[in-house]
């Protein structure tokens, strides 16, 4: 068990992530500025400035670029490291397919923020869900605290499992708001993440190789289906290794969704992200005035965690999804995956979605006490409204 | 038996193959044989990367490979990022690069991933200052979709999206000058070359080998398929490129000009040499050719003038 | 005549070659596009005249495959597994040592 002193210090969720891939010793970082994402990468040109840690910083001059120097790191050996947000995520994408066809372990920082136009650069949590198909892992940080230890989580699944990782964060909310950060010293960061053992590094010339050539339709369908079993096999290695986590820092992330006071709860609020300390909040309102609720946060979204999921809807009535998100023509993305991962099991809670806090729009202990009323009514069989409530909607 | 001396002396390209046969590149491809040169000059300890292009195909579909060095496929845009990349984790590793005993980053693209969609990233390269060669093979259209027209494309031919028809749709803007751009950057290193005169390019290559921080090398290399050319003049046509002055052979090396070729005392050969091997230029009229031919001469002289004043 | 500097290197890669599929789509054998036979798609093939061959190695420098390679004597010799007949090399012969004559199979 934990018996180390941690260092505290009271950093914004983007020095949190910057502090991270410090100490995770990272060897190549290439990224491009973008609000709310900009302050990591100062961060860590200061620590370079500062002979604070030994990394090659590629500015580059697009997050197109940024993902493609990281991959080219990436397959040359080097522990690789970016940050972006946004338009910055959307231009990336081709390349992010890229980093997960390659099997190289990147890991980025993605701050949420909504899609323009119209312009915006608050909270929204479409860009990041928008990649999911591109064979990362995403992890969405609550708080300040699990975005530092998510970033060293990340890079270790990632190694392990050969895929990239995502740590999410939302803007401002997490990216410029100072909390405590408690951070595990070096030596001990460095015997969990001990120095990367690459799949292939382009710098071995005792036998030439190439990666990434063109795969046939006799081949190609094999790749997609290692890539696959490489992300079924990931949620083995994220319990394992959250649950490493918690036994040396004390912090333990052995679930991939963490649930809170869901015990004999009626309905839970599902979610993802900042949102979720938010929830809990209200959870504890709701529950001195005798409601039984409870909140589950989905901490990985890729891989999505379709076992803890069956059997939180076993144990209730209803499900409240809670999205800061939307995908168009259809409803909130956690929405359709969480139906899609129930559907076929014995598991038929009401599961009921809330289009919430689009584009940083303030969600409050209040909003969720009136989103809980709309789930109560709704399980009593009352008259509600549709099923897809876009709740802050100005009407008229 | 001994090489006798006189036949030593005439060859002057390694005898060393780095690039292996069985690769499916057309016949007569000016690119394969331009990676087999790049090949002969560094050796197996040369990291190369390849976007989408002709090369992609040539350099062999899994588990096939025609390379005997490492090789990084990637997107279409981003050669100039990937190198980088692949420097920053060389150097972040303590791996030596460049330089007669580091290791070689090579990127490998063609115009189009050069000239157009990799123009961004070539730039962000040359910039920052990365110890890696970046070569631009030079086959005048997007040859690997089928012979469409890139900004690499000269004035007056014919490409499956600039065909000629009754409407005389063809390419009507002159060859952009890409190494014009890059020498902008002022760029330690900058050469065009040919696959006609390999020495010229091999000593180029190890120039580029030598001289810190990032090199460019513009290859001219002739494709029968989109020129519409016979595959046995693969050669001749990059020769007469050059001897037309349409592609002169030049260097760019600390801020001074040098023309390699052809000489700068006489008259280049008339343009038609070069225009009539080639069934893409068979649409041009005879003000075509005038356009094409005063346009030539006037970037020649341009350049005799660079050489003369920064020479 | 000298054995095509390739013989090797099709041993190699038929031993070594599996169905096992790599991650990430690593090719992990160097070279072995020799496997392909490209001399199949020949329409012409280069005739090769030794008395008047100088030794220049034009023809050995310009081929793209490369599909010729010199003996012990730095004769060039056409490995026509994978000679694919563009006819670079006769068209840039000094002597007209080579000249392309159509393939009779």
């Known amino acids: 068990m934990s018996g180390y002193e941690p260092i505290r210090k009271v950093i914004s969720g983007n020095y949190a992530a910057a502090y991270a891939a410090r100490d995770a010793r990272v060897q190549v970082v290439a990224a491009y500025p973008i609000t709310p994402q900009t302050s990591i990468i100062e961060k860590i040109a200061e620590f370079i400035a500062n002979g604070e840690a030994d990394i090659q910083y590629v500015p580059v001059e697009s997050e197109h670029s940024a993902m493609a120097a990281c991959i080219g790191a990436s397959a040359t050996g080097a522990r690789a490291f970016t940050a972006t947000s946004a338009q910055g995520l959307a231009l990336m994408h081709e390349m992010l397919h890229w980093a997960s066809g390659a099997r190289l372990p990147i890991v980025m920082v993605d701050v949420n923020r909504a899609m323009a136009p119209p312009w915006s650069v608050w909270d929204d949590q479409t ?3 928008a990649q999911r198909d591109t064979g990362w892992m995403q992890f969405y940080a609550e708080n300040n605290q699990e975005v530092y230890d998510g970033v060293l989580m990340a890079f270790k699944v990632a190694e392990q499992v050969n895929l990239p990782a995502m740590v999410v964060e939302s803007a401002f909310i997490l990216s410029h708001t100072y909390d405590v950060v408690e951070m595990i010293p070096q030596k001990l960061v460095d015997e969990f993440l001990p120095p990367r053992e690459p799949l292939y590094d382009l710098a071995d010339f005792s036998r030439p190789f190439s990666v990434g050539a063109l795969g046939t339709p006799d081949d190609y369908y094999e790749f997609r289906y290692k890539i696959a079993r490489a992300m079924e096999d990931a949620v083995k290695v994220i319990r394992d290794v959250g649950k490493e986590f918690g036994e040396r820092f004390g912090r333990d992330y052995g679930s991939m969704i963490e649930l809170y006071r869901t015990e004999d709860a009626d309905f839970v ?24 609720v409870g909140a589950a946060k989905v901490r990985w979204f890729r891989p999505f965690p379709k076992r803890e999921l069956y059997e939180l809807a076993k144990t209730v009535d209803g499900i409240a999804v809670l999205d800061r998100n939307y995908s168009f023509g259809m409803e909130g993305i956690l929405f359709t995956e969480t139906k899609a991962a129930l559907y076929g099991t014995d598991a038929h809670p009401l599961v009921r979605n809330y289009i919430v806090g689009l584009g940083g729009r303030d969600f409050t202990v209040k909003d969720i006490r009136n989103v809980a009323s709309d789930m109560m009514k709704a399980m009593e069989g ?11 909607l100005k009407r008229g | 038996m001994e090489v006798p001396d006189e036949i030593k002396k005439r060859l002057t390209l390694p005898f060393e193959e780095h690039f292996y046969a069985g690769h499916t590149a057309c016949q007569g491809c000016g690119a394969s044989l331009g990676l087999r040169y790049v090949l002969k000059a560094y050796g197996r300890k040369t990291i190369v990367v390849i976007p989408a292009c002709c090369s992609t195909i040539i350099a062999g579909a899994w588990p096939y490979s025609t390379l005997d060095a490492n090789l990084f496929h990637t997107a279409f845009e981003t050669t100039g990022a990937v190198i980088s990349g692949v420097e920053a984790a060389l150097k972040a590793r303590g791996i030596k690069v460049k330089g007669e005993d580091g290791v070689m980053v090579v990127g490998w693209a063609g115009d189009g991933g050069t000239a157009d969609i990799g123009l961004q990233a070539l730039s962000g390269f040359i910039e920052r200052g990365h110890d890696a060669v970046y070569i631009m093979y030079d086959n005048e259209a997007y040859m690997n979709t089928g012979i469409q027209r890139s900004s690499s494309t000269p004035y007056g031919a014919w490409t499956t999206n600039t065909p000629g028809g009754k409407r005389h749709f063809l390419e009507r803007r002159h060859k952009k000058k890409v190494i014009d751009i890059v020498i902008a950057h002022r760029i330690p290193y900058a050469a065009t070359a040919s696959d006609a005169y390999p020495e010229d390019f091999l000593r180029k290559l190890k120039k580029a080998q030598k001289t810190p921080g990032p090199s460019f090398i513009q290859l001219f290399a002739p494709c029968p398929t989109g020129w519409r050319s016979p595959t046995d003049k693969s050669i001749e046509l990059a020769r007469l490129a050059v001897q037309t002055a349409y592609f002169p052979l030049f260097e760019y090396e600390n801020g001074r000009y040098r023309i390699n070729m052809p000489s700068t005392k006489k008259d280049p050969k008339p343009i038609e040499e070069f225009l009539k091997l080639q069934g893409r230029f068979k649409y041009m009229t005879k003000e075509d050719v005038e356009t094409l031919q005063s346009w030539v001469l006037a970037e020649w002289e341009r350049l005799k003038k660079l050489a003369e004043v920064f020479g | 005549m000298a054995e095509s500097p390739f013989k090797e290197d099709i041993e190699r890669v038929q031993k070594e070659y599996s169905e096992k599929m790599t991650l990430g789509a690593v090719a992990v054998i160097p070279g072995s596009s020799v496997v392909n036979k490209t001399g199949s798609w020949r329409v012409f093939m280069p005739e090769f005249n030794k008395d008047k061959c100088v030794r220049c190695f034009l ?3 310009y081929c793209p495959e490369p599909a010729i390679y010199l003996d012990e004597e730095n004769y060039p ?5 994978y000679c694919k007949g563009c006819g670079i090399c006769a068209n840039e012969c000094p002597t007209k040592a080579i000249v392309m004559v159509r393939e009779t199979k």
């Open chain 1, 382 to 392: 009352g008259e509600t409204s549709e099923e897809i409530l876009w709740y802050h």
């Open chain 3, 77 to 81: 010799v056409f490995d026509y597994d």
């Open chain 3, 59 to 61: 023809c050995y420098i």
């Open chain 1, 127 to 129: 860009d990041s869900l």
């Open chain 1, 269 to 292: 609020f599902l979610g993802l992200g900042s949102l979720m300390g938010t929830v809990k909040q209200a959870v504890d309102v709701l529950r001195e005035e005798g409601y039984r």
